[in-house]
């Protein structure tokens, strides 16, 4: 049908915060590159607009909504609920239940995992560092997955782990991202992961400034610091946005939960020409065999979120 | 009405060193200062007096370039002058010294006198340079203060010889003093018309605003008298009586004595015994109030003298509840003040004590409030019981209307903010709240600080009055003439301790006037 | 192990001057403001403009001075519009403080995105567009003297050495400020214009001009702490990220009673906090075990508060602050 | 010279002036983006008061605007400066939230709404009384603390939703819902009983508590005896200890007040809307009440305008941000600041003017004398 109206609606982050709002727009910008079809956006500033928004994307006529990022599940529930005859989706949410309403988790977990091997690799002292934004759930995920993936090559490594602060500044404060890195630096790190939005710009300038190395997050941010970032942790978000309005615009949409990991091309690690200098063939090879441990079920990585702890 | 008068010493040669011709300013609805014509002779002592409220510093701010007249000319020894900031005055040699002193609190003398004149900008060279000038000033004018002395710490007396030194240092050969010796005591005043008299010997020429005949009868050499904004009369100091000029002022005859008769106390109602304060923070422990012991007794005025800053301040808060003392005791009725039972001003309240406090503008009144609001400062309940109680407005009003009728404050609107009336009237609108309380005892701090004589007279009568209602009061000055005007009997304070108390008879402004000084 | 912790001791010394500098700068520019009599909030929003325009123009035109003069131009021209509201127009300092905050925040990422297309962020700054640390001689000749040599060499070369120009610039900018109140005529201008303004009036001394010169001032200081997180310190403007600065600043300027090494003191205390609270989360500590992460986030504002409590009396703030001069009472 | 102005110049004209000086400045800004200034400005009127919810939406925003803003200038009555509101309301919500966990599965929803109302209070109240009672014991600064404080309230935030108070099974920092029934009406379902349908938007009963704490604070500040101590204090201490008041109490009281008022602000976030208590929710609304207060020069009144305002700029912005493409959220934010600087800092920057326009208006129609 070539009647869709579709929408997004990015989070408090905005659409340019350099990794997970800027995924999904990139996955809405390929697609209103080859389909034509515009897409209605919105930005939240703040906890009301969400509901408020998703209505009004309703009111004028959208026919797919897509929201994004966990804080939007309990206005999607809501307004899904109320308007059964549009469709919605959301990204990082996977326990609602309607019948128009996708749902997309990521398995942050087996990525970080993935990063995780590629670190302990690379550090030369067998220390690496993580810096996070906020200490929330979803942080910790990233978190225990990357330990994990750590733990996993060097079993006696030491993983640094940081959270920038308490307040929402805390994924716009560079100079603070710096600092944690520098202290992890300081500590021994030789490779730090960050998982903090704008934060994370200070934690790959601030490695890239002590000759250390950067792992970057969602997005591809290899090209932040050629040189410097070891490789990204890439969310593709931009994939699940893509396919939602396809899907959609298809007459292919399905309601449920798409859990998106390794295995589905979800998560990955990014491998360009920026970092090509710093992935060696060992690298490139311990990372693959870790992969395919998980697309075989020989490792199992740990999510947080299933327990509120990480075994690692 | 305006009225000139010819040049005093005959000559033409000698310009006149301020010459005003219809200046105007207007504030609003208020004409201030209405086509006024001043003319003052170079070298003179020259006095304004006036009722509050009269235009009086409206004036001298224009003159010192604070305000900008509305219409009219200014010659300063001859010359036109525009005035437009107090930079151009200065420029053209006038120096002012404002009722309100204009110190920097914080700073010490030196930085308060080189403000604005420093020379260079390395301020330790300015310092050099202003250290040997000032020293030639002080020898030259007997001016001597510690220069490094932070001016908070100073008593007003010597801040007000930091404000002329400053003058002078800018070069002032015009000085303005407005109401210079309202907050000076008798001795602080001698030594300010010293220095006035050594000025004017130099060839300063010297205008001076106060509300004190005395003072206008023992310095000047011309008078000029002001009313409702305009200039209604000049004089020849030696050609006039105060009783005259208070006529003028005031528009109609004054009284300023004989207003007291022989009391006829009763009972004793406070009895203070070895009453004694220490400095809480200071780090030499001063003492502020030692081993004071009297007994008061209803229907009868007590008047404390002393040179300000010898403890007469802190006994009055001592008795007020706002202090506790160190020792000794205060005992009112069945309750005896001491320091492990101390009182506070809400139960001295309840006691029937009411209090006038020394300065109004920061403790009497609240500036900001209307004059209804200021009424009831601490009477609240009166109004509003509980400490969420109702004030109504119409009451507040009501209750304040009919108290400014009866202690004829001006101008009788209860809706104006306290601090648009003058000082005179806001010293009423005090008392006229403390006195309706119908206190059994009645605290009074510098009753008429600031005041002009016709409410002097007034606030006088008012206090006799209680007295007569059998109302035992203190009467804290630094006036020595009220003190005698108005006492039964007089403590004579001196560094914290009393120097004795005086019968009325027996005493006399000499005597008075050695004790203050320390001299049995 | 003593050694070990010697030198994590250093080195968390060595991250308190880099999170202090900005807070140094920001805390000297409100001094100046008010201790002329105005309140400036806007020192957040100021900073937060010089780092975009610093880290735009050094982007731009590649070059990190450009970009620290720019910084240094916009941040005065938000000055001056301070002192144009609550100066001339005489209106309320809080409110114009904040609308500049406001405004700030805006208009970086709207200009951001005009120019670079990056959401409102610069593009990443290379070495070459920004202030780098420099290392100071003698570090080896330090290290190698005999008994205090290792230690003081650590100190040397951890602490002192390596550290931007704009660093040294911020501990400057402290003895400046200090030279400029207390031994010239000018601070004693400024000092009494914020206690007494009727007193300078009077001495002839145009109180409106004095407060603009001290808000100037506070902008070229202000501007320099932006230039420092964007192109000195850190390598790019992200939205927001000031993150809060201006405000620690402005209660180090508080907590140091308005005097300038007081207030240095002060904004060392924050960074100092932050840097061991950098240092804390996660490490095995002696007896208390691990120290949750949440505790440690909080313990910079905790401290804060009991040293306030507890040490620090009262402070006075310049008696006039706040109140706009009028000559009619 | 000082030529006083009418009632109607002083409280109407001239704000309407600064307004429309700052719709100017905003719409220079647009016409340069390319836009049409006058699409716009019709966009963000009709997007705060005609679309369909959007005066809900307006007034919803309003209300805790109203609450933030009564909230400061209740403290600045006293001369306190309290920073704190955002803390204030973040602990204030945690407070009912806890109530209302701890409550709903024991007690009928109406009773857990009336017992967590006040704990919203009282919570607030005691984020509000600590500072208090630092500064009026300790001379600690006010202004420090309650920056100070907001932090740690956020902290705590923080570390209670996302750790003992999350909900089992949820990833996102935020309390599980309360039951059903433990919320604050919503106007249109009040409506819809009587009848009336009207678009849904939060607007919910907080609105008329809001409307009733501006009565309330007027009555306070302007009617009681301790509204007096509280303006009396906050003019001269001296004058306060010589009327037999403790400066030190009345600092704690009005904080307390001020915390209180802060921590209502939750109620129509949490009762009103989420149901639930979630991080952030706060989003600055505490910060916006100091210019709120201060632009309606801390009066009930102007507070209640003043929070109208920045209500319709919330909402009329957030559809000037769906209604075109070029202007981001970022920009909208810009047009708020220019009105907050405008109609507040530079509120008397046309009063010369208009007073000459004024006065020679009156010496013309009065004729030469
Ligand atoms: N700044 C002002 N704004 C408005 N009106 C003023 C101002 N200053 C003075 N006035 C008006 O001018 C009149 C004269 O005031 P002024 O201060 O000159 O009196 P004064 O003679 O010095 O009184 P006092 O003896 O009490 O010092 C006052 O009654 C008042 O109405
Ligand atoms: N802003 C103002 N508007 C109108 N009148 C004013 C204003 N300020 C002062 N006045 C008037 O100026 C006159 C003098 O005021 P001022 O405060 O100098 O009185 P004062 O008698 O000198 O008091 P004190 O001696 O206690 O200082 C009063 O009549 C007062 O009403
Ligand atoms: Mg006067
Ligand atoms: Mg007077």
Redesign the pocket.
């Known amino acids: 049908a070539n009647d869709i109206k579709p929408a997004v609606i990015f989070d408090m982050g905005g659409k340019f915060d350099k990794s997970f709002n800027e995924g999904v727009w990139e996955g809405v910008k390929k697609f209103t590159e080859e389909t034509g079809i515009e897409v209605m956006e919105f930005e939240v500033t703040n906890e009301t607009q969400r509901e408020q928004a998703m209505r009004r994307m309703v009111e004028r006529g959208a026919t797919i909504v897509l929201g994004v990022g966990f804080a939007q599940a309990d206005a999607i529930s809501k307004v899904s609920a109320e308007n059964p005859d549009t469709l919605f989706s959301i990204i990082d949410v996977g326990w609602l239940d309607a019948p128009n309403l996708r749902q997309y988790v990521f398995k942050e977990h087996e990525g970080s995992y993935l990063v995780g091997v590629a670190a302990a690799h690379a550090s030369q002292t067998n220390k690496v560092g993580f810096v996070g934004g906020m200490d929330i759930p979803l942080i910790r995920k990233f978190a225990c997955g990357y330990v994990g993936g750590v733990k996993s090559v060097t079993a006696s490594a030491d993983v640094f782990q940081n959270m920038t602060g308490p307040t929402p500044s805390a994924w716009n404060d560079p100079a603070k991202g710096a600092e944690l890195t520098r202290s992890q630096i300081d500590r021994g790190a030789d490779v730090v992961y960050h998982a903090a939005g704008g934060t994370g710009l200070g934690v790959i300038q601030a490695a890239a400034d002590s000759g250390k190395l950067a792992i970057g997050v969602d997005s591809n941010q290899n090209g932040l610091a050629p040189g410097s970032v070891l490789t990204s942790m890439l969310k593709r978000v931009d994939v699940a946005a893509y396919e939602t309005f396809m899907d959609a615009k298809n007459g292919n949409f399905s309601s449920g939960v798409t859990v998106l990991g390794v295995a589905e091309g979800g998560v990955d690690w990014a491998l360009d020409d920026n970092n090509a200098s710093l992935v060696t063939d060992k690298i490139k090879s311990a990372v693959e065999a870790a992969r395919s441990d998980i697309l075989s079920g020989k490792v199992v990585v740990h999510n947080y979120e299933s327990d509120s702890s990480c075994p690692y | 009405m305006t009225v000139t008068h010819k040049q005093a010493k005959g000559s033409d040669t000698v310009p006149f060193a301020i010459s005003l011709r219809g200046v105007e300013k207007t504030?609003?609805a208020?004409c201030?200062?209405h086509n006024i014509d001043l003319d003052i002779c170079t070298g003179d002592i020259h006095g304004i007096i006036?009722?509050?409220?009269?235009?009086?510093?409206?004036?001298v701010?224009i003159l010192y370039g604070f305000y900008r007249a509305d219409a009219g000319t200014i010659r300063v020894f001859g010359k036109e002058r525009t005035l437009r900031s107090t930079a151009d005055a200065i420029a053209a040699g006038i120096g002012m010294v404002h009722?309100h002193f204009m110190l920097v609190p914080t700073f010490t003398v030196l930085e308060n006198i080189i403000l604005g004149h420093e020379g260079t900008e390395s301020l330790a060279k300015g310092f050099e340079a202003a250290r040997v000038e000032l020293a030639q000033l002080a020898a030259r004018y007997g001016l001597d203060v510690d220069l490094d002395a932070v001016i908070e710490d100073f008593p007003v007396g010597l801040q007000q010889r930091v404000e002329i030194l400053k003058a002078l240092y800018r070069g002032a050969n015009i000085l303005i003093l407005?109401?210079p010796t309202g907050v000076l005591t008798p001795q602080e005043t001698d030594q300010l018309f010293d220095i006035l008299r050594a000025l004017k010997e130099q060839g300063v020429t010297i205008l001076l605003?106060t509300?004190k005949l005395r003072e206008i009868m023992a310095i000047t050499d011309h008078v000029s008298v002001?009313r409702g904004?305009e200039m209604v009369a000049h004089k020849r100091r030696s050609d006039t009586t105060p009783e005259e000029l208070a006529e003028i002022m005031v528009g109609r005859p004054v009284r300023t004595d004989g207003i007291w008769h022989p009391p006829s106390p009763a009972q004793v109602v406070l009895r203070a015994d070895n009453l004694g304060l220490n400095a809480e923070i200071s780090a030499d422990s001063s003492v502020l109030v030692s081993e004071i012991s009297f007994a008061l007794k209803a229907g009868e005025i007590l008047g404390v003298a002393g040179v300000s800053g010898n403890g007469q301040s802190e006994l009055l808060e001592l008795l007020a509840g706002i202090r506790a003392p160190s020792s000794g005791s205060i005992q009112i009725g069945e309750r005896h003040i001491t320091a492990e039972m101390p009182s506070s001003p809400s139960e001295i309240k309840s006691l029937s004590i009411a209090h006038v406090p020394e300065d109004r503008h920061l403790t009497g009144l609240i500036l900001s409030f209307s004059a209804a609001e200021s009424m009831v400062l601490g009477y609240e309940e009166k109004i509003a019981g509980g400490m969420a109680g109702w004030l109504d407005r119409e009451q507040l009003g009501e209750h304040c209307a009919s108290l400014m009728r009866d202690f004829d404050v001006r101008p009788p609107d209860p809706s104006l903010k306290s601090s648009?009336f003058?000082?005179?009237n806001q010293q009423k609108i005090v008392l006229a709240r403390e006195m309706s309380a119908a206190p059994s005892i009645l605290l009074v701090g510098q009753a008429t600080r600031?005041v002009?004589i016709g409410a002097i007279e007034f606030i006088h009568k008012q206090l006799i009055a209680m007295r007569d209602k059998g109302c035992a009061i203190i009467l804290v000055s630094v006036e020595l003439d009220e003190i005698l005007t108005l006492s039964d009997r007089i403590m004579v304070m001196n560094n914290g301790s009393s120097m004795g108390i005086v019968e009325r008879k027996e005493a006399d402004a000499r005597s008075i006037g050695l004790l203050m000084a320390g001299v049995r | 192990m003593m050694a070990e912790l010697w030198l994590q001791f250093v080195l968390a010394l060595d991250a308190t001057i880099r999170m202090s500098t900005p807070l140094i700068f920001c805390a000297m520019a409100g001094i100046f403001s008010e201790r002329s009599g105005i309140i400036d909030i806007s020192l957040e929003g100021k900073m937060l403009l010089s780092a975009f325009a610093a880290a735009s123009l050094a982007a731009l035109t590649g070059s990190a001075m450009i970009g620290l003069v720019g910084a240094i131009i916009i941040s005065v021209l938000f000055s001056l519009l301070h002192g144009f509201a609550c100066i001339t127009h005489k209106g309320n300092q809080v409110v114009s403080g904040l609308a500049i905050n406001i405004l700030a925040s805006g208009l970086t990422v709207t200009i951001g995105f005009a120019i670079f297309s990056q959401g409102g962020q610069t593009p990443f700054l290379g070495r070459e567009q920004r202030f780098m640390p420099l290392e100071l001689p003698f570090i080896e000749v330090i290290e190698s003297l005999p008994i205090i040599g290792p230690s003081l060499g650590v100190i040397y070369s951890e602490v002192i050495s390596g550290h931007n120009i704009l660093v040294w610039l911020a501990f400057l900018a402290v003895i400046v400020t200090g030279y400029v109140l207390f031994r010239t005529t000018f601070g004693l201008r400024l000092r009494a214009v914020g206690e007494k303004p009727e007193a300078v009036d009077t001495a002839g001394v145009s109180v409106s001009w004095m407060r603009y010169k001290a808000v100037i001032i506070a902008g070229i200081l202000c501007g320099m702490a932006g230039a420092y997180l964007s192109v000195a310190h850190g390598g790019g403007f992200v939205r927001e990220m000031t993150a809060g600065k201006g405000y620690i600043a402005l209660a180090a300027m508080i907590f140091g009673n308005w005097r300038p090494v007081p207030v240095l003191l002060a904004c060392l205390m924050f960074g100092f906090l932050e840097a061991i609270a950098a240092r804390l989360q996660g490490v095995d500590l002696p007896v208390i075990g691990q120290v949750s992460t949440d505790l440690i986030l909080v313990l910079p504002y905790v401290l804060t508060v009991i040293l306030l409590a507890g040490f620090v009396g009262k402070a006075v703030p310049p008696r006039a602050i706040g109140v706009p001069y009028a000559?009619?009472? | 010279m000082?030529q006083k102005l009418p009632r109607w110049i002083d409280i109407g004209l001239l704000p309407l002036i600064n307004i429309l000086a700052a719709f100017f400045v905003a719409g220079i800004i647009i016409a340069v983006i390319g836009e049409n200034p006058f699409a716009a400005l019709s966009v963000l009127v009709k997007g705060a008061f005609i679309y369909k919810g959007a005066l809900g939406y307006t007034l919803f925003y309003a209300t805790n605007f109203i609450f933030t803003g009564l909230a400061v200038a209740v403290a600045f009555h006293a001369s306190l400066f309290n920073i704190g509101g955002e803390g204030q309301a973040m602990v204030g919500g945690l407070g009912l939230g806890l109530v209302a966990l701890m409550l709903d599965p024991l007690l009928p929803p109406l009773l857990v709404v009336f017992i967590a109302l006040p704990a919203a209070v009282v919570f607030g109240a005691f984020w509000g009384v600590i500072p208090g009672w630092l500064q009026a014991k300790r001379g600690s600064h006010i202004v420090i603390t309650t920056i100070m404080f907001n932090f740690i309230a956020a902290s705590l935030m923080v570390w209670l939703l996302a750790g003992m108070l999350m909900a089992p099974g949820q990833m996102s920092p935020e309390t599980r819902s309360f039951a059903d029934g433990v919320a604050l009406a919503h106007f249109h379902t009040l409506l819809s009983y009587g009848g009336i349908s009207v678009a849904k938007s939060p607007l919910n009963l907080s609105f008329v508590i809001a409307l009733i704490a501006c009565v309330a604070v007027w009555v306070l500040i302007w009617r009681t005896r301790l509204g007096y101590v509280i303006r009396a204090t906050g003019q001269s201490e001296q004058a306060v200890i010589y009327a037999g008041h403790s400066p030190a109490k009345i600092i704690i009281i009005t904080m307390a007040i001020s915390g209180g008022l802060a921590g209502l602000m939750a109620l129509n976030e949490i009762l009103g809307v989420q149901q639930r208590v979630i991080l952030n929710f706060t989003s600055g609304y505490g910060f916006t009440g100091i210019a709120v207060a201060l632009m309606g020069r801390n009066h009930p009144i102007g507070i209640l305008l003043a929070s109208l305002l920045f209500g319709a700029l919330y909402q009329g912005g957030a559809e000037l941000d769906f209604e075109f493409q070029t202007i981001t959220r970022e920009m909208v934010l810009m047009i708020q600041g220019l009105i907050i600087l405008f109609s507040g800092a530079l509120a008397y920057m046309f009063n010369p003017l208009v007073t000459r326009v004024f006065s020679s208006f009156i010496s013309a129609s009065k004729g030469p004398e």
Not at chain 2, 50 to 59: F, Y
């Open positions: 504030f609003g208020v201030a200062n006036g009722e509050n409220g009269a235009g009086k510093s409206t004036l701010s009722q407005d109401e605003i509300h002001m904004g648009l003058s000082g005179g600031g002009d | 000559k009619e009472r | 000082e």
